[in-house]
């Protein structure tokens, strides 16, 4: 292996403290901790001078940001396009021939693909077209149901050409939970492929598409023939890709845009089994994509970027699509399974296309470490210079191992923290400042104020557990609004502090420094494998099982994983437990949401803790579970049912 530059070095005084190296320092857009201090001076002229930077406007603002809380507004007037930012103002320059999309699939051979931005370019101008025939225009919404494969960004970039909002749905989410967000999106049209490649086989969609689409107002289906297996068209309904897209034109005008015009709309897990569509706007999600992605990552043109997220999510929306290709970066798309044909497949990736900037998750790192160093040892991991991870929050062992293993002691590990919500990273060390320190994400962005609460509202000093929050003026890229649901918006994020002050539903400790420790989610979301789900929709998908009448879930932790969903179940009088009715409630789980959501085990009791007014007590469930002290049980309308639960528990861990 070739000696690589060290970019961070370890504090000789604090041990496990990190720096960045001259090198380090000498190349990154930012080194200077000044900045904080300038941008929180004032925002509003902060941000300003980053969008008119980082992005092309058609016209310029007449007014930077406004606020009537909980609503806000960035870059009032401005007018602009997020797929001219990803793609026409690139191909202008020499960035035309640049590659934008090197695209794995899982089996290697003749599949391989790369996009230039050029080609990137003349087909989402095709795709736009076809969209427009099809009578899709600005403000409607196009659902995209697909796996990792270059056309997805096609689509996106497409929709955000024409003004459509494009709904992304996880290709692995299940009939039912696609069904659900075509309901509420209500699309004309749905994109999809025939199927994917998942560990070797070929695995179908189109029937989970035909499921979902009937009885919604889907008028036309479009379909990528990815696997080529035989599946059944439906005549008027059903149309594939390839055929109009050869008959498409080369160009279409992008649609102007207001900053505060509608992008995109990605469905997460709030508090209630109803899971809700975030809405994001165009002019401060793109700003904030675009600087995020340059400045957190340390970004130059020559960097090969790999973000592992599927686009279904929204570290794919903004790390796998809008952020890389608004700073024209050559980025890595892989389809397939991270341990397919093995455990060493990212690795073999990172040495093929020499990979300089990695983005994954805690989870992949936990697998990864438990499979073992020797497969990450077989390849050249040189090229490698910064690594992030995302979606939970990272345990010492496994930033150690990521930094030891995979980044051969050099790399500093930006530890990314944000949310559906925030629509780009709000907290990370950047690397040419840090310090890079495990398990402490560092500070937030320049010009994003965020702080750490106690119950009452009042901020806490350094080193004390509270709730993080974000205050006035709110980032460019939060979220302005849930789909068809303004009161859920401000019951979710403006009510526990009032209207002026967003609450981020985790709870964190500042240090001295500024520098945030995320310690989790303080409501009913779940992280499973970094993947968010609420225990209601869990519970939602158990109780639709007619021997059901109850359900609890709670998470337990998982080595791997980081959370998985438990669940207990309170059968119909009459009903024996068994486990054939556990197995049932699982497949009713994959069924209804998908597998990523699947309880690790099923608990049958007689009854569970309420309280008065009935609601479930999942606090008690958690700590019965993990050994906990039970705590205050004086709200407990049936305190029976915790000796009860004691009872059957004992029994369980005898089995
Ligand atoms: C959690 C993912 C600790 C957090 C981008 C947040 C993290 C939720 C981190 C949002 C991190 C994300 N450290 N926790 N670096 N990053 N989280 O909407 O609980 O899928 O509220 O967005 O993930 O998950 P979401």
Redesign the pocket.
């Given at each position: 292996m070739k000696k690589a530059t060290k970019w961070v070095i370890e504090d000789a005084e604090h041990k496990g403290i990190y720096w960045p190296s001259a090198e380090l320092k000498n190349k990154a857009w930012v080194s200077d901790t000044a900045i904080y201090a300038q941008a929180d001076k004032d925002p509003p002229a902060f941000w300003a001078k980053l969008a008119g930077e980082g992005i092309d406007w058609y016209r310029k603002w007449r007014k930077v940001y406004e606020e009537k809380p909980p609503h806000f507004k960035w870059f009032i007037g401005g007018k602009l396009n997020a797929s001219y930012n990803c793609l026409d103002r690139h191909i202008n320059t020499w960035r035309r021939n640049k590659a934008a999309i090197i695209w794995e699939p899982e089996t290697t051979g003749a599949r391989n693909r790369v996009l230039t931005y050029y080609d990137l370019y003349l087909q989402v101008n095709k795709f736009a077209n076809v969209l427009k025939s099809l009578g899709v225009g600005k403000g409607d919404r196009v659902v995209i149901y697909l796996p990792m494969i270059p056309e997805v960004n096609i689509v996106m970039l497409a929709c955000t050409r024409i003004g459509a909002i494009h709904s992304v749905v996880f290709s692995a989410f299940s009939h039912q939970a696609l069904n659900d967000r075509i309901k509420s999106a209500e699309p004309k049209i749905i994109v999809t492929a025939d199927g994917y490649y998942r560990d070797g086989q070929p695995v179908n969609l189109k029937p989970n598409v035909d499921e979902a689409v009937a009885g919604t107002n889907i008028s036309q289906a479009i379909i990528i023939k990815e696997t080529g297996k035989a599946i059944k068209m439906i005549k008027g309904r059903d149309l594939w890709w390839h055929e109009l897209m050869a008959q498409a034109d080369n160009y279409c005008e992008p649609e102007v845009m207001d900053s505060e015009d509608q992008m995109f709309i990605l469905y997460?897990s709030g508090t209630t089994g109803k899971p809700k569509g975030v809405i994001h706007t165009t002019g401060g999600y793109m700003t904030q994509a675009y600087w995020t992605t340059k400045w957190d990552f340390d970004l130059h043109d020559e960097d090969v970027f790999w973000c592992t997220a599927d686009i279904g999510?929204?570290?794919g929306h903004t790390y796998n699509c809008y952020g890389p290709l608004a700073c024209g970066a050559t980025m890595v798309m892989y389809e397939g399974a991270p341990d397919y044909p093995q455990p060493d497949r990212w690795w073999q990736i990172v040495a093929k296309y020499g990979v300089t900037i990695l983005y994954t998750a805690p989870t992949a790192i936990r697998m990864f470490k438990q499979y073992g160093d020797e497969w990450p040892a077989k390849h050249d991991l040189s090229t490698l210079r910064i690594l992030g991870?995302?979606?939970?929050?990272?345990d010492r062992a496994a930033w150690m191992w990521f930094f030891e293993h995979i980044g051969g002691s050099r790399c500093p590990i930006i530890?990314?923290?944000?949310?559906?919500?925030?629509g780009g990273i709000l907290?990370?060390a950047l690397p040419g400042i840090g310090p890079h320190i495990p398990t402490v994400?560092g500070r937030s962005f320049p010009g994003i104020r965020l702080e750490v609460f106690d119950e009452a509202g009042k901020p806490l000093p350094p080193g004390e557990n509270g709730y993080l929050v974000g205050k006035s003026p709110f980032a460019p890229g939060l979220l302005r609004g849930i789909h068809h649901d303004p009161k859920r918006y401000r019951e979710q994020y403006f009510v526990q502090y009032g209207n002026d002050i967003y609450f981020?539903?985790?709870g964190a400790i500042k240090d001295e420094m500024g520098n945030f420790r995320?310690t989790?989610?303080v409501d009913d979301?779940i992280?499973v494998a970094?993947?968010?789900l609420t225990t209601a929709e869990v519970e939602n998908a158990i109780t639709s099982h007619p021997s059901v009448t109850e359900s609890a879930v709670v998470p337990i932790p998982d080595d791997i994983k980081g959370q998985v969903p438990l669940a207990f179940a309170k059968l119909k009088a009459g009903v024996q437990p068994s486990r054939k009715l556990a197995a049932e409630i699982i497949e009713r789980v994959d069924k209804t949401i998908g597998p990523t959501c699947r309880p690790a085990r099923v608990l049958f009791v007689s009854d569970l803790p309420k309280t008065r007014s009935g609601k479930t007590l999942r606090r008690v469930l958690k700590n019965l579970i993990s050994n906990q002290p039970i705590g205050n049980i004086t709200t407990i309308a049936n305190p029976q049912s915790i000796e009860e639960l004691k009872k059957s528990l004992a029994s369980e861990a005898n089995k």
């Open positions: 997460t999510w929204i570290t991870t995302v979606g939970e929050p990272i530890d990314t923290w944000w949310q559906t919500e925030t907290i990370n994400a981020t539903n985790d995320l989790g989610r979301v992280k970094g993947h968010r």
